[in-house]
Nanobody, 126 residues
């Protein structure tokens, strides 16, 4: 059974920080490309940040560039999304997703991922 579980969400003031975790079980995480997506009520799901297998390359959406950082701890089978300088428009349910990958590259389309977590709520409000 292959599973991804997000954690670390919560309520934070504008300008604050949160670190989201995506813990994997049942497979070797380093062999997978990982994506972080978010979805606000009434809006489409959007890609936030992506990392290739073996951590060769990363990508950030313009809206979060310079504020968010994606990283992987292969030994702990966990991918992190560090979120700094949070804004109210960052409020959403955040999901992590994974797809097996032999040749490292970024995967930005949600329909290319075949493993998904259940999501964690992030609310940025004063």
């Amino acid at each position: 059974q292959l599973q991804l579980v997000e954690s670390g969400g919560g309520l934070v003031q504008p300008g604050g920080s949160l670190r989201l975790s995506c813990a994997a079980s049942g497979f070797t995480l380093d062999n997978y490309a990982i994506g972080w997506f978010r979805q606000a009520p009434g809006k489409d799901r959007e890609g936030v940040s992506f990392i290739s297998s073996s951590d060769v390359t990363t990508f950030y959406a313009d809206s979060v560039k310079g504020r968010f950082a994606i990283s992987r701890d292969s030994a702990k089978k966990t991918v992190y999304l560090q979120m700094n300088s949070l804004k109210p428009e960052d409020t959403a349910v955040y999901y992590c997703a994974a797809v097996i990958q032999v040749r490292p590259k970024l995967v930005s389309r949600d329909n290319e991922y075949n493993y998904w977590g259940q999501g964690t709520q992030v609310t940025v409000s004063s």
